[in-house]
């Protein structure tokens, strides 16, 4: 084994030295003071497992981030941790704050299912992930486990954890204010204050406060509402020590949140189209982003969760119990999608003529006719009349999505949920070769749902799902559903020392899950159309009730070998699952009807199944890796090796065309995922820290009986490759005063967003040229190629310098300091012929300082 351990020595110090070695594995030493000792890995401790450990003895990879990388690099959501931890990406804040997808090697969080990555937050596991991007108070370490986790965390740990762990009161009176403000008017505020109650008991009390105007402003309403955002939140948490053996933790949180939301462009895909203008046939990469929508997009969300855990030491074993609750509530409003399909023009397409659909034809007209001309980003263009330029070849418009005018419509969607959780763990609490837990968990949650098309009569938007005929906001789409699920579990899990070299582990969970759903939509038509208000409405009457229970055995096997204090040989074997679901009732009529007819004129046979019900997803994972520290503690390194099977992948589909738009979720039947992982962190010379990361993640779709013609194409939202690489220097000085500089790259390989990848597929023009004034365009021209909806490689470069005192702190800092342009996410719509993209976020500077008592 030495002979081994020279060998790796020898090797890891090779690949270090041009690459700059990653703090994944021992983050408290990247911000150790250059006159303080460094931590060690084996004094590195995590609660990832559910149990206070060494993180050398952790038989799988987690990137630990302490409270002192925390302070030094600004971060303090999960959207910056993600940045500095490899295999991992997130998509968060495109469509509203808390529609937030992380993916970790592989496994994505489908959006509208649930969640891939479980939160765990000071020990209670959250339910609902929508607060995932916000401020979960004053952050003292971040662990992100990667990997299945179900046999630990349940039903929502298919990819991982994000275990986070916020201060707890002190026997002294402490606190601290700080703040900063960059460009973009963009400022964050936030304080805390922690003090002893009495002998036994103590407080934590904290706020924050932020805001931004965005990178983005909207040409037509001439205001900084594409993507700006204010939010702010108070957190509390009260400790009291019943008796030297018993704990209660008491948290409590409410937050608030508004902004804009939908920050997404159109770019076409149709090369046949490119001879009319080339912007029919666009890069995602090159695209030109402009924001002209004439309806303010809003986003509102308020958060509001207390729970309460008790810890009691029996001696020989520790009780743990915990309760939930939780209240979250958002909705959004925005511009609508359908200008290029003429429902608003419905009169003149023949639908029966009414007070309602005349009323929003002369609205349509009028705006058509004000903004002729008007520059709308190519190929788009408004001419004379509002009917689609297929129609009208010479004098028609080619509006795309969220145009200035009002023949898309409007949009407002609402997603409310309230939850009660709660779990009862008993675990051995004394030094020995065995070590274990048992427990149950039991969860409920309401959800309600819509999503409500309207006609703009240029009197805004109405917030609630359905408005009647004659309002100033008419309902010309719905989808309004009640969720409802209960979820029972039962775990335990063992550890045994064989000898002081050889460990190994077993757990095991049960999750039973019962959910059901009830249609909310009013059996009534359609005013602009005179078609069923949802297109899946049967004929007889109301959508029916519907009902599934799901459960899944979620085991895992571990085995290390410890050579010594500072190595771990390690294997892990697990099992993760998410529950299926229901979709908004009648998305497969829909679907049906518009895509998978090509009879009826207008429509087409894309050969694409969605059902109204989406099955459990289930990950079967494998990882063999080894992490320690060589060379007298100067070199930590985590090299991971991993393959993962999943079954019945959910993933987020985005249909848009004549009937308005649809989001639901349907399944890839197998996908496989196999990849390599190396971090490293070294300290070369007094005061420096140098870090690497590289994750490396080969995915493959075996079978999807949703589109079979993607089988071979490479799992969605998944990164070809990560790299972080970082330096870090500080430099101790009299009186307590010290200073750093610190630089941190992340590198995110190519990306597809979608099953369908560098392929051709018919759209919904496809079907509209037979029957349009230019059938003299032969058949296919309306065919949609997607080889340029892959996001390419791109870096962004951070970088802070700060001096520091005993009681105070001040730093300069940049966040994507090169200003780097990129695609935030890419959502092809295959059958609408193009992708609705969103933009990263640009360059900021700014300065922030902080007191201390």
């Excluded at 429902?343 to 349509?364: D, E, K, S």
């Excluded at 990129?822 to 900021?844: C, D, H, K, Q, T």
Aim: aromatic share 10%; with cysteine; hydrophobic share 35%.
């Amino acid at each position: 084994m030495r002979m081994t351990k020279k060998i790796l020595a020898s090797s890891i110090a090779a690949i270090a030295t041009p690459f700059a070695p990653a703090f994944a594995q021992t983050a408290g030493q990247a911000t150790s003071q250059s006159t303080e000792k460094p931590a060690s890995v084996e004094s590195i401790t995590v609660t990832a497992r559910r149990q206070t450990e060494r993180l050398v003895d952790v038989p799988a990879s987690v990137t630990v981030i302490n409270s002192q990388t925390l302070e030094r690099t600004g971060v303090d959501r999960v959207s910056g941790i993600i940045q500095y931890t490899p295999g991992v990406s997130i998509v968060t804040g495109t469509a509203e704050a808390g529609d937030t997808q992380v993916n970790i090697r592989g496994i994505n969080g489908a959006r509208d299912a649930e969640s891939s990555v479980a939160l765990v937050i000071d020990g209670i596991l959250k339910t609902n992930t929508a607060r995932l991007n916000q401020n979960q108070g004053v952050l003292r370490q971040v662990e992100v486990l990667k990997g299945p986790q179900g046999a630990i965390y349940g039903r929502n740990a298919a990819a991982g954890a994000v275990v986070m762990t916020t201060i707890r009161p002190g026997d002294t009176l402490r606190g601290g204010v700080s703040g900063s403000f960059a460009n973009h008017g963009t400022y964050q505020q936030s304080a805390f204050v922690s003090t002893p109650i009495g002998e036994s008991a103590g407080l934590v009390l904290s706020g924050n406060r932020s805001q931004t105007d965005g990178f983005y402003r909207n040409s037509f309403l001439n205001d900084n509402v594409v993507d700006n955002q204010k939010d702010a939140g108070v957190d509390a948490r009260f400790i009291y020590r019943l008796s030297p053996r018993t704990t209660v933790d008491v948290k409590a949180h409410h937050g608030k949140l508004s902004g804009a939301s939908i920050a997404f462009n159109a770019a076409f895909h149709l090369p046949n189209f490119a001879a009319f203008n080339p912007a029919f046939y666009e890069d995602v990469n090159e695209h030109p982003y402009k924001f002209y929508g004439n309806i303010r997009p809003t986003n509102n969300q308020t958060t509001s969760d207390a729970s309460i855990k008790i810890d009691h030491d029996f001696g020989s074993t520790r009780m743990t119990g915990w309760m939930l609750y939780s209240d979250v509530k958002q909705d959004l409003t925005a511009d609508g999608t359908s200008g290029d399909f003429a429902r608003y023009i419905a009169p003149a397409l023949g639908a029966p003529a009414n007070p309602t659909n005349q009323a929003v034809q002369a609205a349509c007209f009028a705006s058509t006719a004000a903004l002729t001309g008007y520059p709308v980003n190519p190929p788009g263009f408004i001419g004379a009349t509002p009917v689609p330029f297929l129609f009208a070849p010479t004098t028609g418009s080619t509006f795309g999505p969220y145009s200035p005018s009002t023949c898309d419509g409007t949009q407002y969607q609402m997603r409310n949920q309230r939850d009660f959780s709660g779990e009862l763990r008993l675990e051995s609490s004394t030094d020995g070769p065995l070590s274990w837990q048992i427990g149950t968990y039991y969860l409920h949650i309401d959800r309600s749902t819509a999503v409500s098309l309207g006609a703009d009569l240029g009197r805004g938007v109405i917030k609630q799902p359905y408005n009647a005929p004659g309002s100033s906001n008419p309902t010309s789409q719905l989808y309004a559903d009640n969720f409802k699920t209960d979820v029972y579990a039962v775990f335990g899990s063992t550890e045994y020392s064989i000898d002081k070299f050889y460990k190994v582990g077993a757990a095991m969970r049960y999750d039973r899950e019962e959910r059901s759903v009830s249609s909310r939509v009013p059996n009534v038509a359609d005013p602009i159309t005179g078609a069923p208000i949802n297109p899946g409405l049967p004929a007889s009457g109301p959508i029916p009730d519907k009902s599934q229970t799901y459960t899944q055995l979620q085991p895992k096997l571990t085995f290390s070998y410890r050579p010594d204090a500072a190595t771990n040989v390690y294997t892990n074997w697990g099992v993760g699952f998410k529950p299926g679901g229901f979709n908004n009732q009648g998305s497969a009529a829909v679907v049906n009807a518009n895509f998978n007819n090509g009879v009826t004129p207008g429509t087409i046979d894309a050969d694409v199944l969605i059902t109204d019900q989406y099955r459990k997803e289930k990950s079967s994972a494998f990882e063999a890796g080894m992490k320690g520290s060589l060379l007298g503690g100067a070199l930590t390194y985590d090299l991971a090796a991993y393959y993962t099977r999943i079954s019945d992948m959910q993933f987020f589909e985005f249909f848009v065309g004549g009937f308005g738009l649809l989001r639901v979720v349907s399944n890839i039947d197998q996908v496989d995922v196999k990849g390599l992982e190396l971090n490293l962190t070294s300290r070369p010379a007094p005061g420096w820290t140098l870090y690497s990361g590289f994750n490396l993640t080969d995915s493959a779709i075996k079978k999807n009986a949703s589109r079979p013609y993607t089988v071979g194409n490479e799992s969605p939202y998944t990164a070809k490759y990560t790299v972080n690489v970082g330096a870090q220097f500080e430099k101790a000085f009299a009186n307590k005063l010290s200073g750093f500089v610190r630089a941190d790259y992340r590198h995110t390989g190519p990306t597809w967003f979608h099953t369908v990848q560098d392929q051709e597929r018919p759209t919904v023009f496809t079907g509209l040229i037979p029957i349009s004034a230019v059938n003299f365009l032969p058949p296919g021209t309306g065919t949609a190629r997607y080889d340029v909806a892959r996001r390419k490689a791109f870096g962004l470069l951070d970088m802070r310098v700060g001096v520091q005192g005993d009681k105070w702190h001040l730093s300069l800092f940049g966040k994507n300091v090169l200003d780097k342009a990129y695609a935030n996410e890419v959502i092809p719509a295959i059958e609408f012929g193009g992708s609705f993209i969103s933009p990263g976020a640009g360059r900021l500077v700014g300065l922030e300082g902080g007191i201390k008592f």
